[in-house]
Nanobody, 124 residues
Framework: QVQLVESGGGLVQPGGSLRLSCAASGRTFSSYSMGWFRQAPGKEREFVAGITPKGGATFYADSVKGRFTISRDNAKNTVFLQLDSLKPEDTATYYC?????????????????WGQGTQVTTSS
């Protein structure tokens, strides 16, 4: 079992940056693949980025590749998502999710553990 708590969301102008954090409880954080997803009003939840348990591999949706960076600190049980060059279309609630094992899935239903979400709004 793992509990996840996101933080770091907010209101930012286009072109700005934010850093999201997701703090996890439990002693086995380093065995979980982690994903960041987002959901805008009226839209389905979509994969944004993922990282393998030891951080050796990362994956990104095409819409954020080159602008967002996922990383993790297993000593601190935390995964991060750096959001740069933000666009209005990045506005959404951002969720972190965890699944046991080394496979980073792009499917929300493959993740049994979720945080409560943090709102990111990009607007001038």
């Amino acid at each position: 079992q793992v509990q996840l708590v996101e933080s770091g969301g907010g209101l930012v102008q286009p072109g700005g940056s934010l850093r999201l954090s997701c703090a996890a409880s439990g002693r086995t954080f380093s065995s979980y693949s982690m994903g960041w997803f987002r959901q805008a009003p009226g839209k389905e939840r979509e994969f944004v980025a993922g990282i393998t348990p030891k951080g050796g591999a990362t994956f990104y949706a095409d819409s954020v590749k080159g602008r967002f960076t996922i990383s993790r600190d297993n000593a601190k049980n935390t995964v991060f998502l750096q959001l740069d060059s933000l666009k209005p279309e990045d506005t959404a609630t951002y969720y972190c999710a965890a699944r046991d094992g080394g496979y980073v899935s792009w499917t929300p239903n493959d993740y049994p553990y979720w945080g409560q979400g943090t709102q990111v709004t990009t607007s001038s």
